[in-house]
């Protein structure tokens, strides 16, 4: 049974960085893709970045690009959301998530597993 298990979040200051880390367990991630997602109150849980686990190849929503770099170590099994200058808009809880795929996708419902999520609050 594949877990996530996000750790990271925190209160940090407009401008300010965090990094998310997201450890996987329970399989082997080859073929897999993993993304980070994130929901403020009141809105709908939006995507955020997104890697294949092999070959390392990024994708990212228009509204981080620049500031927020996705990553893993394979040796780890653990995926990384770096996140720099951020933005009071950025406050949110944060979910890291694996498809059995190759394919990157922004839907949310395409993903197979899903972490507890890890709050995130930019303050102004």
């Known amino acids: 049974q594949v877990q996530l298990e996000e750790s990271g979040g925190g209160s940090v200051q407009a401008g300010g960085s965090l990094t998310l880390s997201c450890a996987a367990s329970?399989?082997?991630?080859?073929?897999?893709?993993m993304g980070w997602f994130r929901q403020a109150p009141g809105k709908k849980r939006e995507f955020v970045a997104g890697i294949r686990w092999n070959g390392g190849n990024t994708y990212y929503a228009d509204s981080v690009k620049g500031r927020f770099t996705i990553s893993r170590d394979s040796a780890k099994n653990t995926v990384y959301l770096q996140m720099n200058s951020l933005k009071p808009e950025d406050t949110a809880v944060y979910y890291c998530?694996?498809?059995?795929?190759?394919?990157?996708?922004?839907?949310?419902?395409?993903?197979?597993?899903w972490g507890q999520g890890t709050q995130v609050t930019v303050s102004s």
């Open positions: 998530a694996a498809r059995r795929s190759m394919v990157v996708t922004l839907a949310g419902d395409m993903y197979d597993y």
């Open positions: 329970g399989g082997g991630f080859s073929g897999y893709v």
